[in-house]
C-alpha cells in the first residue's frame, strides 16, 4: 500500500522556467509533509515542509502547496537552475511516530541549461 | 556541526564474510535510524533507535543486526548476507517526537553495499 505517490518518475526543465512537481497521498491522517532533495552518491536533504493547517508555504525558490480535498501536494521551483537537478522525495511522518517517513517513489528533475 | 557521516564509503563482501557499517552524529539527537535504498526506489526504513534502544524493526532479517553504543554512534552489523542485500545504506538522525519540523531527518551520504 503506497501511502505516498509521485506519478512521474522524471521531469525536464529549462533553466530559468518553473519546475512543478507532484505528490499524492491517500492517508488523510498524515498532518505533515516534507519535500527531500537527493543527489547522487548522497543521502537526502530537506528541503521545505508543509503542515496541514497550510496550504501553502515558501522558502525562496521553493514554494510548496498543498490541497487536502484533493490530497495532492506540489513543490514549485523558481527559477529553476542546473543545479536543482537531484531526485525530489515526498515523505510524510506516519500517524502516531513524527519521525518515520513515508517516501514517495521520487521524480527525477532535470534542468536544461 | 550538522553532519551525520557514515563509514565505510564503500563496502564489497562475500555471503560469508562478517562486516559492519558505521554512523556517528554530533548533534545531540537522541532518535538514530537506518534506511536502506536501492536504485530508482525510495529509502525503506529498517530500524529505529531512541534514547540508544532500539524502538522500531521494521522486520527486517537477523542477518542485519544493529547496535547503538551510545547516543552519537549506530552501527550495522552484518553477516551472512544475500546479492540481493547490495544496496546503499543510509544512517539518519533526529530530535524526537515534539520538537523540531515533523519528519526532518539528517541524513548521512550513505555506505554503498556489494554482496558478491
Known amino acids: 500500500d503506497q501511502q505516498v505517490k509521485q506519478n512521474s518518475p522524471s521531469l525536464s526543465v529549462q533553466e530559468g522556467r518553473i519546475s512543478i512537481l507532484n505528490c499524492d497521498y491517500t492517508?488523510?491522517?498524515?498532518?505533515?509533509f516534507l519535500w527531500y532533495k537527493k543527489y547522487p552518491a548522497e543521502g537526502p536533504t530537506f528541503l521545505i515542509s508543509?503542515?496541514?493547517?497550510?496550504d501553502k508555504n515558501e522558502d525562496g525558490r521553493f514554494t510548496v502547496f498543498l490541497n487536502k480535498s484533493a490530497k495532492h501536494l506540489s513543490l514549485h521551483i523558481v527559477p529553476s537552475q542546473p543545479g536543482d537537478s537531484a531526485v525530489y522525495f515526498c515523505?510524510?511522518?506516519?500517524?502516531?511516530?513524527?519521525?518515520?517517513?513515508?517516501f514517495g517513489s521520487g521524480t527525477q528533475l532535470t534542468v536544461l541549461p | 556541526d550538522t553532519e551525520v557521516t557514515q563509514t565505510p564509503k564503500h563496502l564489497v563482501m562475500g555471503m560469508t564474510n562478517k562486516k559492519s557499517l558505521k554512523c556517528e552524529q554530533h548533534?545531540?539527537?537522541?532518535?538514530m535510524y537506518w534506511y536502506k535504498q536501492k536504485a530508482k526506489k525510495p529509502p525503506e526504513l529498517m530500524f529505529v533507535y531512541s534514547y540508544e534502544k532500539l524502538s522500531i524493526n521494521e522486520s527486517v532479517p537477523s542477518r542485519f543486526s544493529p547496535e547503538c553504543p551510545n547516543s552519537s554512534l549506530l552501527n550495522l552489523h552484518l553477516h551472512a548476507l544475500q546479492p540481493e542485500d547490495s544496496a546503499l545504506y543510509l544512517c539518519a538522525s533526529s530530535q524526537l517526537p515534539g520538537t523540531g519540523i515533523p519528519g526532518e531527518l539528517f541524513f548521512g551520504e550513505g555506505s554503498r553495499l556489494t554482496v558478491l
Open positions: 492517508n488523510s491522517m498524515f498532518d505533515y
Open positions: 548533534m545531540g539527537h537522541r532518535a
Open positions: 508543509i503542515s496541514s493547517i497550510k
Open positions: 515523505a510524510a511522518p506516519r500517524w502516531g511516530s513524527a519521525r518515520q517517513l513515508t
